[in-house]
């Protein structure tokens, strides 16, 4: 199989109004979309659409929740004119832990039928249930086969101390023995907030997979929580807190001294 697992860590850093550091580790899966089905009988743990240990639901991906991941991501590539007929799609992101699952953001690697990076599609999760894509296309002279650069405006809420303006830069290499993404955002013509995910890639099988599970359990869970605890650090920095109600316009509610 080309599915694989990935290990490594993610970083952010936030230079202002605070500073505001954090480095995790973590692990992913990096699921070739046309091996759903084989990933689901051949590792013990996993499967797709039914309860597991380690479950895959085409319906947690998608703003509007999928039926057939595979199918509804390739048309929304060539609705957008990209048409990756021979090519492949490799999903990275986490699968259901005993039943839950929260992915702040999953990344569809597409290549071409000549395996050059094509398109990077970025899929936002936020906690209040909303679901956004951000579908990357190389910049002109940006994409080197395994890499590729670009940029887009921020145009999905996130993060209740983060504004809905601002620009992304991202980057992504995809070498053979490990991955690279880095995300950048800019307010007003200057750096917010950098973050980055380094992983190196680790056969999928029931070994691997136990070894993860017991060395990082709950990851997802994990991951929530994480969430909320640096949220309650930015909220003690008095970092300005954003009001923010599923489906509306966000406004700034005041924080006291520190705005």
């Known amino acids: 199989m080309r599915s694989h697992l990935l290990l490594g860590k993610v970083r952010h850093r936030r230079v202002r109004p605070a500073r505001h550091d954090l480095e995790h580790d973590v692990w992913y899966f990096a699921l070739d979309l046309d091996e ?29 929740p999928a039926r057939d991941l595979p199918t509804e991501i390739r048309a929304h590539l060539r609705a957008g004119g990209l048409d990756l007929d021979g090519g492949r799609i490799i999903l990275v992101t986490n699968l259901r832990v005993f039943g839950y699952v929260f992915n702040p953001a999953s990344f569809y690697l597409c290549r071409d039928v000549d395996g050059r990076l094509a398109a990077v599609v970025v899929e936002v999760h936020n906690t209040y249930g909303e679901r956004h894509l951000y579908t990357l296309r190389p910049q002109r002279d940006g994409a080197m086969g395994n890499a590729m650069s670009a940029s887009m405006d921020k145009g999905f809420f996130v993060s209740p101390f983060i504004s809905l303006d601002g620009r992304y830069s991202v980057t992504v290499r995809d ?37 993860l599970l017991l060395r990082y359990p709950l990851i997802t869970q994990r991951t929530t929580a994480l969430i909320h605890w640096h949220a309650l650090r930015l909220w003690l920095k008095r970092v300005p807190f954003i009001r923010y109600r599923a489906g509306s316009e966000p406004g700034i509610a005041a924080h006291g001294a520190g705005r």
């Open 36 to 64: 759903l089905d084989e990933i689901a009988r051949r590792p013990r743990l996993v499967a797709r659409n039914r309860r597991a240990a380690l479950s895959f639901r085409d319906a947690d991906h998608l703003p509007t």
């Open 175 to 211: 070498d053979a023995d490990a991955l690279a993404i880095g995300i950048n955002l800019r307010q007003d013509g200057q750096p917010l907030l950098s973050t980055s995910l380094s992983v190196r890639r680790v056969p999928l099988n029931t070994r691997s997979l136990v070894r």
